[in-house]
């Protein structure tokens, strides 16, 4: 921007611009212009400087006043930024002007500096230098400057005009100060000073007058002339606003400059200055005070007060008018009302006054201090002012109401609180201050206003308006807070305990009872614990004395219908004794607590308490009476209640005693009610052994009680270490329920039953200890007593005590209930018995023998743990749907003893647990009444009993069955003649018979573990069935207990030594708990025999008759028992091999005898006997289930040659083998004779062909471990048989592919294993669901080849399934075509394809060639999948 300046006619024009006036000479510089920056700059700082001063001085004026302040201001500025903004224009369009200007100015410049330059140098030369000469050489002064380095001969006048003079000293600067001092004192005494600038300081040469809250002024004179002014220094203004102002001053620089002006000129005209001076300053502070105070006013309206305070009258410099307490404003009253005023005024006859407060109407004489804050306003804050004012007024209406109090109470305590205008009235003396009513006046509005803790808010609002009405009101609201408050104190006397209160109780017969004839002030107090009883408390007003209350302390019972939902009828309603101290003596007297009566029940019985002061505060506030009532009924009434129900119900006892030191309480029975179902001698000894019965509450919410037994003499001595005392502590405890009272008919019930419960468990072990001592020993080894509490007994038992059973009784359902678990070792896993836990119970719970029950379980223990290693889940595929799952094995117990395994739906195996460690098993197919007829549902297995007899210890029994002892038909009858005869025996005294257990006349769910029994069936007696005792076919039978009755002593009755089958020496084995009676014993006279005497020579021949099982099935003697030593338990695997018995289909129905490791091995899942480890299949199952699935495969076999058309059956006598035939092969397939446990499969070619020798047993191997081993399939065995009769040329590619999967180690150079899949796999294309028929062989045959990588790493194989058609008219060997899923797969299916094709190409097929093997070889050998092929 071109630079500016100031034209002759005060306009700013450019430099250089023509302007009005003359040009100055040459000679004369221009003039210089001003910046049209620095212009702005200027405009700018004057405008904030305005605006600043806005700010500053607007808000104490009026609002009109700044409203034409800030108009003035915004015309003023935008007039000078009108004339800038034109100015700028014009500026803007001057630049052609401007360089002009400046190109003409610079060179007039220039030729005036050259003419002025030679006329300087004429005049020089003619003139000056004609006279000029050179001085002399100033050696003396450089002489200084160099040596001293200072220049001493400096000419004076330079030295006076450069150097200033030397300053006073400090000395004389104090002396000139002290001199002013003498002089300002001088002129202070003889001048006419004010009284009100007394306050005043002389230092310094100054005189300082300072007046509190309005100014300080520093004055000073200039010389000792009396005559001489004085000189105002400084002037500071003292009125401070703290509330509004925000700590700035209240008046501005400027304004405190022009008052310091005024202030001087006065000092200087003035014959009186120092009273001038404070007039004029005092008028400014005192108006200064009146507007700040009206500031106030004015935002105390707005922002606190409101309404509630109003301005009168408002003149600046002279007064300020204020209403408050405008009733007609509150709208508390209509009409005429009562206005306070407060004035602050200028006093007008006398200036020199402070601001003048005057109240209307005026302020009482109450409170000096009050009437001295109220009438002064030094702090210069309306709201003090005003609060200070009505607390006055307040104090003076509490007066009044106090006075109203007093002449309605002489004794009144009420007082006044100052601080806080508060009157504090006390309802109910003595009284704390929490529960005084305190009357507040509200300071802004001068209510009443009242304040009681806990009260309801509507109850004071009604008390506040009444109150402010007619203050002698108040008396009513007294007397009915003095009820509240007594209601109040009971309430909180009873907090801490189980109560509910409540003002009101609905009764059904209130209107007869006394119950409805108390008092409108009454409180009913309902005790929680025992809800059908209620302390009631009546209050009465006392004689005179108008803050105190009388009490009256009830009892009330009520009842309700069981049921009923109606309201409750009272009963009971008697009051208490007044007096505590008889109380306290009635205890002492011994009576006992009566319903209705109050005792006070306490350790110390004798002396009284001393009255005690009443302690004022927050404790007179407790009711100690009424606690005292309410926590006595609490814990006296349960045990009154439980008190009387056992004198209801006839049980003896001794009432409610004190124990201890008076602390707790009890009731002891004195005899227990005999239980029902107990022998009498159990009875009595239970009697005997309690020692003490008795019943206590516990627990804070008396809801819980505890009976404490004690016993002596327990029978039996446990391992734990807490039963090792000589007496027994039994704790029950019952919690009372919320529907009944406590200590109610339940309490007793409960304890009865489970008195009950101890009573039959006792009797249980009362036998069990009287067994003890003739128990075997074996047994006691097998079993420990862990734990016998009375109420349940666990026993311990196994080898290493890891398994448990706890024994006790349950009342509801009025039987022993049983359960098993694990401890110990064993801890975490599960009790074998599990199996049949339903049995167990139900075999104890007819005969509660705790021996015959360990007997039971060391008998079981090992079959169990070998039968719960059985695989039981189900499984896909088994059959032709191969969607439907079926079970492999289900464990279904049949009684403690009997476990049946159902095999698949299809097979039933029975096994019974004997003593001696040895089991029997037999066919379950076969009926147990009849071994001529099938259970429905099962079918036989053929061979089960020579697979079983091979796992009978040869050297067990030398005894062997002839060839001929299955040629003996079993009687048309299932039933031994001793079983028919047994109910005729005379019962011997011996261990308690077991249970009956329900014989199997049909199967039970294959998928229920649990069956429950059935009861027995005996069937009647035949005489075809009763044989005389001298005849061999009856002397030789042994009793059966596989017949109706599976349990020897299933008939409940006792019996004499076992028959050989249970003992194979023919004597009583004392471990066994299935005695059995031999025929060779003479016991009594057989119906429909003669008597013989001394045995009978059959019964020391055995072999004879296939009736006897010990005939059938090798009994283990006393030297192999499990007991006597470890050679018992190693199955013998080189046993030589049983001789061939004639295949008989009812041999199976005769239990074989195996010994516990027999049964182990028989149930153990293990590798395949008599197979090539390396062809083994990987699936390990156990002998048994190999046996029976080689079974179900044969008898699918007989099914598929029927249903197969390229299969002829072939006839064949020898009992369990299949002939049949194809085209050009011959197969017999049948049980392995060495191991029954795997098919065979014999192929013989019909004449003279291609088939090599190696080539057939390739065949029989991929039989034998691929199609009919585990997990026995039927799609699988009927692929192959389709295989079978597929073309001579098709079948021996096909074997040959099976030898590459049964030795590939022969074909080493080949990169894949190969495996024929028989079914499709579920990685397989989805042409058909998982585990169908994989061959298909019409005019094309497809079938299936899974290809496993070899790698020479240990790392997880690449497997592929390949789906290979072979088409017999063209002889091509290719992939069939199937869509795939995974893009991978279809990588690998490509290069498949890619194999085969090529493979076809090079070697195209002969007529009657088979290049199915070429192909996979090709394949085998040369496909090769990239890392990203994996399927």
């Not at 700013?12 to 620095?38: D, I, Y």
């Not at 309201?567 to 007044?578: E, G, I, R, S, Y």
């Not at 074989?1152 to 299949?1177: D, E, R, W, Y």
Request: charged share 20%; glycine share 6%; net charge positive.
């Amino acid at each position: 921007m071109a630079p500016v300046q100031i034209g002759s006619d005060g306009q700013l024009v450019p430099v250089g611009a023509p302007t009005s006036a003359p040009q100055p000479p040459p000679a004369a510089p221009a003039t210089q212009g001003v910046r049209l920056s620095v212009l702005i700059e200027f405009l700018l700082q004057r405008t904030y400087h305005e605006i600043t001063l806005l700010a500053e001085l607007l808000p104490r004026k009026t609002d009109m006043e700044r409203k034409i302040e800030i108009v003035q201001f915004a015309s003023r500025t935008r007039q000078l930024f009108v004339r800038l903004l034109a100015l700028v224009k014009w500026a803007s369009n001057a630049g052609k002007v401007e360089k002009c200007a400046m190109i003409s100015a610079f060179l007039d410049q220039q030729a005036f500096l050259f003419v002025d330059t030679a006329d300087r140098l004429a005049s020089l030369a003619r003139d000056a230098l004609v006279h000029a000469r050179l001085p002399s050489f100033a050696i003396p002064f450089a002489i200084d400057v160099l040596t001293t380095g200072s220049y001493p001969r400096l000419p004076t006048c330079i030295r006076d005009k450069i150097i200033p003079p030397d300053p006073i000293t400090k000395a004389e600067k104090q002396t000139t100060l002290n001199q002013l001092n003498q002089i300002l004192r001088h002129r202070l005494v003889t001048t006419d000073l004010p009284p009100q600038l007394a306050n005043l300081t002389v230092a310094n040469g100054r005189v300082k007058f300072r007046v509190d809250g309005e100014f300080e002024a520093t004055l000073t004179v200039m010389g000792d002339d009396p005559d001489i002014p004085w000189r105002l220094l400084k002037l500071e203004i003292l009125v401070e606003d703290k509330e509004t102002g925000d700590g700035r001053a209240l008046v501005h620089s400027m304004q405190v400059n022009y008052i310091h002006e005024l202030v001087q000129s006065r000092l200087f005209a003035d014959e009186k200055p120092l009273q001038d001076m404070y007039s004029c300053l005092h008028s400014f502070c005192l108006s200064l005070q009146l507007e700040v105070l009206h500031s106030q006013t004015l935002m105390l309206i707005r922002e606190r007060w409101g309404d509630l305070v109003q301005v009168e009258r408002y003149l600046p410099a002279k007064c300020l008018t204020l209403a408050v307490w405008n009733q007609q404003v509150l709208g508390r009253k209509t009409g005429t009302a009562s206005v306070h005023k407060v004035s602050i005024k200028i006093d007008e006859t006398d200036g020199s006054k402070p601001l003048q407060i005057s109240h209307e109407p005026p302020l009482p004489a109450c409170d000096s201090k009050l009437m001295e804050r109220a009438m002064k306003i030094d702090h210069l804050s309306v709201e003090k002012l005003l609060i200070d004012s009505v607390h006055a007024r307040s104090h003076q209406k509490l007066q009044e109401l106090k006075a109203i109090l007093k002449s309605n109470n002489p004794s009144d305590n009420s007082f006044i609180e100052t601080a806080l205008p508060t009157l504090v009235i006390p309802i109910l003396e003595p009284c704390g201050r929490s529960e005084c009513l305190h009357i507040f006046v509200d300071l802004h509005s001068g209510m009443l206003q009242p304040m009681l803790y806990g009260i309801d808010q509507s109850m004071l609002d009604d008390i506040e308006k009444t109150i402010n009405d007619d203050m002698k009101r108040i008396i009513t609201w007294l007397q009915q807070l003095k009820f509240w408050l007594g209601e109040q104190r009971c309430r909180q006397s009873v907090k801490h305990l189980p109560t509910l209160c409540t003002d009101t109780l609905h009764l059904s017969n209130s209107a007869s009872h006394p119950v409805g004839n108390l008092s409108k002030h009454r409180l009913f107090i309902r005790l929680t614990r025992l809800p059908q009883y209620y302390i009631v408390v009546e209050m009465f007003d006392a004689a005179n004395s108008p803050t105190a209350l009388q009490y009256k302390y009830y009892f009330l019972s009520v009842s309700q219908l069981e049921g009923d939902d109606g309201l409750p009828c009272a009963q009971l309603l008697q009051q208490f004794k007044p007096n505590l101290e008889e109380l306290v003596q009635d205890l002492s007297s011994g009576r006992m607590v009566r319903p209705g009566t109050k005792r006070k029940l306490s350790g110390e019985q004798g002396a009284t308490e001393p009255k005690k002061p009443k302690r004022s505060g927050e404790m007179c506030a407790f009711n100690k009476e009424l606690a005292h009532l309410v926590a006595m009924c609490d814990t006296n009434m349960p045990l009154i209640g439980l008190r009387c129900e056992l004198s209801n119900m006839e049980i003896p006892h001794q009432g409610v005693q004190v124990e201890g030191d008076g602390c707790s309480h009890a009731i002891r029975l004195l005899r227990v009610p005999p239980s029902k179902g107990v022998g009498e001698e159990t009875r009595k000894a239970l009697d005997r052994s309690l020692l003490d019965c008795t019943f206590r509450l516990q627990g804070r919410n008396n809801r819980t009680w505890v009976a404490e037994l004690v016993f002596a003499s327990c029978p039996l001595n446990s391992t734990s270490s807490k039963e090792q005392a000589s007496t027994r502590h039994v704790y029950l405890t019952y919690e009372n329920p919320l529907s009944e009272p406590v200590g109610g008919r339940k309490v007793v019930e409960m304890f009865l039953n489970d008195w009950n419960s101890i009573s039959q468990l006792y009797e249980c072990v009362l036998e069990f200890s009287r067994a003890l001592p003739e128990m075997p020993s074996y047994l006691s080894l097998f079993s420990e007593i862990r734990l016998y509490n009375y109420r349940k007994l666990v026993l311990c038992y196994g080898n290493t005590k890891g398994s448990s059973v706890t024994i006790q009784w349950n009342s509801v359902t009025q039987r022993f209930h049983l359960a098993l678990g694990t401890v110990g070792p064993n801890s975490g896993c599960s009790n074998c018995h599990n199996i049949i836990l339903h049995q167990l119970q139900e075999m104890f719970n007819k005969t509660p023998n705790v021996v015959q029950l360990l007997q039971v379980l060391s008998d079981t223990q090992a079959p169990l743990n070998a039968i719960n290693k059985l695989p039981t889940v189900p499984m896909l595929g088994l059959t032709q749907r191969t969607n439907t799952a079926y079970q492999c094995f289900s464990i279904l117990p049949q009684s403690p003893t009997h476990i049946r395994l159902a095999f698949r739906n299809m097979y039933c195996i029975d096994i019974y647990c004997r003593s001696r460690g040895v089991v029997a098993i037999r066919d379950g197919a076969y009926s147990l009444f009849d071994n001529t007829k099938i259970v429905e549902g099962f079918y036989p297995a053929p061979g089960l009993k020579t697979f079983l007899n091979m796992f009978v210890d040869s050297n067990q029994d030398a005894r062997r069955r002839s060839v001929n002892e299955d040629d003996n038909p079993p009687s048309p009858v299932g039933v031994d003649v001793m079983d028919t005869l047994m109910p005729h025996i005379p019962a011997q005294p011996t261990i308690r018979g077991q249970g009956v257990y329900p014989p199997l006349t049909s199967p039970p769910t294959p998928y229920h573990g649990n069956v429950a029994p059935s009861p027995s069936m005996m069937p009647t007696q035949s005489p075809g069935n009763i044989h005389a005792a001298n005849s061999p076919s009856g002397a030789l039978r042994a009793p059966s207990p596989f017949g109706p009755t599976p349990s020897p002593s299933s008939l409940g009755i006792s019996m004499g030594q076992t028959s050989n089958f249970a003992s194979p020496h023919g004597a009583l084995d004392p471990s066994s708990p299935y005695p059995m009676v031999s025929p060779s014993q003479r016991t009594g006279t057989w119906p429909g025999s003669p008597q013989v005497s001394g045995p009978s020579p059959g019964a020391r021949i055995h072999g004879m008759s296939p009736g006897n099982p010990s005939l059938h099935s090798p009994i283990p003697d006393a030297s192999h028992s499990p007991r006597a030593g470890p050679s018992s338990q190693v199955m013998p695997t080189s046993m030589p091999p049983p001789r061939k018995l004639p295949q008989r289909s009812w041999a199976a129905s005769i239990p074989t005898i195996l010994t516990h490791n027999a049964l182990h091995v028989l149930l153990l899942p293990s590798p395949t006997m008599c197979v090539v480890p390396g062809i083994a299949g990987s699936y390990l199952c156990s002998p048994l289930e190999r046996f029976l699935g080689s079974v179900i495969m044969r008898r699918h076999l007989q099914r598929i040659i029927q249903l197969e058309p390229n299969l002829t059956i072939v006839n064949s006598n020898e009992p369990g083998v299949i002939m049949f035939k194809t085209e050009v092969l011959k197969c017999r397939v049948a049980l392995n004779p060495k191991s029954y446990q795997t098919l065979q499969l014999k192929v013989t070619p019909e004449n003279a062909g291609p088939w090599s020798q190696e080539e057939l047993q390739v065949l029989e191997k991929f039989f034998e471990t691929r199609v009919a081993g585990p997990p026995f399939k039927y799609n699988t065995l009927n692929a192959f048989t389709k295989l079978l009769g597929a073309p001579t040329n098709i079948l021996r590619d096909c074997v040959r592919i099976m030898k590459l999967e049964l030795f590939p180690d022969q074909a080493a150079q080949l990169k894949w294993n190969v495996q024929f899949c028989l079914t499709i796999p579920p990685s397989a294309p989805p042409i058909a669901p998982p585990g169908t028929i994989a061959v298909v062989l019409k005019t094309k045959m497809l079938f299936f080849l899974q290809l496993t990588q070899r790698l020479p790493v240990p790392q997880e194989p690449i497997s592929i399934i390949v789906p290979i058609v072979y088409d017999m008219a063209t002889g091509l060997t290719q992939q069939a075509d199937i869509p795939r899923q995974h893009s991978s797969s279809g990588a690998a299916a490509l290069m498949v394809s890619s194999i085969l094709r090529r493979f076809n190409e090079h070697h195209p097929a002969r007529p009657g060639e088979c290049t199915i093997f070429a192909s996979v070889h090709e394949l085998m050998a040369n496909l090769t999948l990239s890392p990203g092929g994996r399927p």
